[in-house]
């Protein structure tokens, strides 16, 4: 890969870079210059696993992130285009086989399918418990499950400039329309947070909402000035265009409009932070990433950092001291390192529990305290996001040490809980209570949660 130069902020603006941006999707697959280049069979199983994962990438993660040299270990390659152990073997097998045969459209779609359900599509219980009702309606294109926070989809901002072939709402972008958290209007939002005066943050999150056009999302981010709504101290963003299109902030025509308007934002009183995925220092390492980011910072908007620990693609302490370092250094606050959840491709992405605490542990290890700002490794399952605080002996059984970082109930927070030990374990699920105990501090209290969730669902269905 060809060493970023440094540039100035005017030749970044300069022509060359003002390149529009151009997507491709898996039935493009073909006419992507780097991918002709490669070996026929490489190329057939991409084809294979994009028919059921969601692939887009763009020119510029396609130029300047991913090192062609280096095909197919390079992380940025691993975490953009499919890989064929991505599937089980016997999925992959039936998918290969109808495209050989060049099946009907028909039956492809249905294995597609069948192959997609066995993939938990529906981690996290989120359609059933999040969707908050309201009115008693339920309120869609939001998600409300932690007391202080509410996470809204804009209906425009469903997709990315580029796909991560671990994401986690990967059902979305293969138009599994059940799943889509769309929402029609801003006004409803508006409604709903006047009532909610708990909520300090609003989340916008997708997809991506920086695909929108400014003038799309300018609606949204303004209402919240309007009275009645001060109580909602915080507007976060969550966003990957930093890495996979940081022109959204540089030389899009609408880019400097953005920026005007998260300003006007923070000139009203309100913290804008701007939740950043990222998942290895390669994305923070060209120009035009660092124009972007001195740019959002200089509207006063904060940039903070989280983004999975991924088998393949970051499961390395060094990668992620020179990340948060990187990060440190050019103004961005680590946040979560989140555990990949269970769902999609995770046979392929998980790492251990155990083995995911040594890597932060490390990491943590070999950064000053400015980085140390990043907690995890951290789950977010349905009861909450629950951390991994370490591994240690009590009373001579070998034990988890873990706590809620965010609950349903704001009261299990930060009081630690023990699991066994077990080395093999990759989530939540397959984690037992230590010390004999049958269950978990929680779980009495999360079955009732659910079960009274049931019982509401169940009378508004009856009204119907
Ligand atoms: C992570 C998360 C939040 C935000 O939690 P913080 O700990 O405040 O960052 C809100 N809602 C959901 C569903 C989440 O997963």
Partial sequence: MTQPIKMTANQLLASDH????????????????????????????????????????????????????????????????????????????????LIKRQAPA??????????????????????????????????QGLQHKYRETVLFFPSQGQVCHSYCTFCFRWPQFVGDKDLRFASKESDELLRY?????????????GGDPMVMKTANFEPYLRGLLKPGLEHVQTVRIGTKSLSFWPQRFVTDPDADDLLRLLESLVKAGKHVAIMA?????????TPMAHEAIRRLRSTGAIIRSQGPLLNHINADAEVWAKMWREQVRLGIVPYYMFVERDTGAQHYFEVPLAKAWEIYRTAMRRVSGLARTARGPSMSASPGKIEIQGVTKIDGEKVFVLRFIQGRNPNWVQKPFFAKYDEQATWLNHLKPAFGAKQFFYEAEYADMIAHRQEILNELEGEC
């Fill in 18 to 97: 003002q390149k529009p941006f151009k997507v491709y999707a898996a039935r493009h697959l073909e006419r992507i210059p780097q991918v002709q280049a490669l070996p026929a069979n490489m190329r057939f199983e991409m084809q294979v696993i994009a028919n059921v994962l969601p692939f887009r990438v763009n020119d510029y993660v396609l130029e300047n992130l991913i090192d062609w040299g280096n095909i197919p270990d390079d992380p940025m390659f691993r975490l953009l285009f499919p890989q064929r152990e991505m599937l089980a073997e016997d999925d992959f097998s039936l998918i290969a086989d």
């Fill in 193 to 205: 947070l006047k009532h909610h005066t708990q909520v300090s943050d609003i989340l916008f999150t």
């Fill in 106 to 139: 028909e039956q492809l779609a249905q294995a597609v399918e069948t192959v997609r359900t066995k993939l938990n599509p529906h981690p996290a219980g989120q359609m059933e418990l999040n969707v908050p009702i309201f009115h008693r309606e339920r309120v």
């Fill in 277 to 285: 995925h990222y998942n290895h220092w390669r994305e923070l390492d």
